[in-house]
């Protein structure tokens, strides 16, 4: 009876060894909100921002504005306007719990732009009235200046430009969290300070020119059985008579594995496909659409990881045999 026992406490164990272990992932607590600030913002001139927000509440935030349009606005000293520039912002809100004695020592930085250094949040504020206990809803506003030089500047680069903020919360002099804004340079437009003449000083157009680049806009479209859905297109920048990479752009759409890529066309039909071999002259707009796979594709090798499965509990199975087999020869 023993040996019995002996021999199933083995073989579960053998069992438990070649099965799959998932691990449960550590939960993050929240640091704090953050959030592009719009037109309702008396500092801000303009349309409203197309942005992304990845790793809010985290030590990283980093926020992608995608397109924006801008109006020049004249210097004002006086208001913290020092140049005339276009103005985008976004707002950190201080950490929930925290307590407003730390708050009030909290620092911040400009990510080491020239010129600036770590500044009191306490200082920096027009009004020194706070709750004396309550420091929730209070909050950082950072403003970020775009101007024609600057556009003009990272075009010629083929590259975007950023912003970067960080945040020492409770003034222990250790930054706790850092905000990157990025700006994607042909998909901001600024206007003249004249705003009668409504000069666009930089756009798209004047991107692309400036840069020697071209636009390839993608549309994805994923169908299901009863029903289907179609993205807002992407654009990705290629220098003028370059190639695009199949593999690669496909890995940047991103498309679920759940989905089969069905084609990639040339025109809204999907009766011409689209030519990869063909160098790229002009910006232009290509369709890629998918389809769910079934469940027989999703799970296609259902039998394989069952027969893997039996064939590790064999193996298991064997190991504790010898393994028995081997104590019964010892106890004898």
Known sequence: MKKTIMFMAVFLLSMFIVMPVHAEEAKYTALSDVEVLDVADSFIEGEEPAYTIE?????????????LALKMVPKDPGAGKTIDAGWAGVRVYAPKGIKIE??????????????????SWWDSRDSKTLPETQAEGQYFDFY???????LKQFSEKKSNFSYTY??????DKTFDQTVKVIFASNGITLQDLDTNQNKVLWNEEKYLETSKQV?????VAKSQKDSGEVEPAKSYYYDKGAKVDQKELLAKLGVSSKYTLKGIYADE??????DFSKPLENSTTIYVDYVLKTKEETNPATGDNLLTYVSLGVIALIGALGTSLYLRKVNE
């Open 144 to 150: 970020m200046a775009v101007t024609e030089d600057i």
């Open 55 to 67: 790793g809010n509440g985290t030590e990283n935030v980093v926020i992608t504005i995608d397109s």
């Open 166 to 171: 960080r945040m020492d919360w409770d003034g």
């Open 102 to 119: 730390d708050l009030k020592k909290s620092k911040y930085d400009h990510g080491g732009r020239e010129g600036d250094s770590t500044a």
């Open 215 to 219: 636009k390839l806009s993608v549309v």
């Open 269 to 274: 039909t999907r009766k011409t496909a689209f």
